[in-house]
């Protein structure tokens, strides 16, 4: 029987353990795996840094060691022992992983905050002649119960990758409450806005009308109060702005100290 220190070239992931003691090896690895180890959470969009220990991911130490130990020296001694004598490179040893799902929940329960993101409002657009509501980007509400599951189904996986996904389910727009809304808008969404600019050295009245199909992408319905209120919205207006300043011509520029919404 193969005797002494572990296995040369024997490592427990990416922790080499090749010819250390017991003892060696599991401070090792309880210094690598449980204290140095980051793991990186995240819930598709955002990405933030942890201890596996905060989320009762545990690498034991000692069993783990006595894993790594064990190469040479089990059921498969013999075809392991020939690797090591033919300087083959041993198998990756898988830490023993402990995992406290009372840990993880108390842990998960504070997560919330951070991983919840409303949708997107709703918008308003013109096409073939109808008003219609279309959806914003949908928001994710955190799912704590789904994140406990997959860590306790997969620790080993999650501590070995020191990746840890955060379940989310999708919130959707509310585009149907838009919709629902937009026989009581359609007389204020069909009015035209008409853009007038003065010029004071020429006294002439320049008037612009909104394309409704423009106008249509401006709009914005705010339903926070319950009833619909209607607002432009001021960067799309202050654009189209912009741009008629670069067709007035004859070194005339609008004067946008009032500008009108």
């Not at 427990?12 to 003892?23: A, F, K, R, S």
């Not at 022992?81 to 023993?96: A, K, R, S």
């Not at 995992?99 to 096409?127: C, H, I, K």
């Amino acid at each position: 029987r193969f005797s002494g220190p572990i296995a040369p070239g024997a490592q427990v992931g990416d922790t080499q353990v090749g010819g250390l003691t017991l003892e060696q090896a599991a401070a090792r690895i309880d210094s690598e795996w449980n204290r140095e180890r980051i793991l990186l959470v995240s819930d598709g969009v955002n990405y933030w840094e942890a201890n596996p220990l905060e989320f009762g991911l545990w690498a034991d130490p000692k069993a783990t060691a006595q894993r790594a130990y064990d190469y040479g020296r089990g059921g498969k001694r013999y075809t392991q022992l020939l690797d090591i004598l033919t300087g083959m490179q041993p198998e990756e040893i898988q830490p023993v992983v402990v995992f406290s799902p009372q840990v993880a929940a108390a842990q998960l329960a504070n997560w919330g905050a951070l991983v919840d993101r409303p949708p997107e409002a709703a918008s308003l657009q013109y096409l073939d002649g109808r008003w219609s509501a279309v959806p914003g980007a949908p928001g994710a509400r955190f799912d704590p119960e789904a994140t406990l599951k997959n860590m306790a189904e997969n620790p080993a996986l999650i501590l070995l990758s020191g990746y840890l996904p955060l379940v989310t389910q999708p919130v959707p727009s509310p585009v149907e409450e838009l919709n629902q809304h937009i026989p009581e808008l359609e007389e204020k969404l069909n009015r035209p806005l008409l853009i007038h600019a003065y010029d004071p050295i020429g006294d002439s009245t320049l008037e612009y009308s909104v394309p409704r199909e423009m106008l249509g992408s401006w709009m914005q319905a705010d339903l926070s109060s319950g009833d619909p209120v209607l607002r432009i919205d001021e960067n799309s207006l202050m654009a189209y702005l912009n741009q008629l300043e670069g067709e007035l011509g004859g070194g005339r520029t609008l004067d946008l100290a009032d500008p009108p919404y």
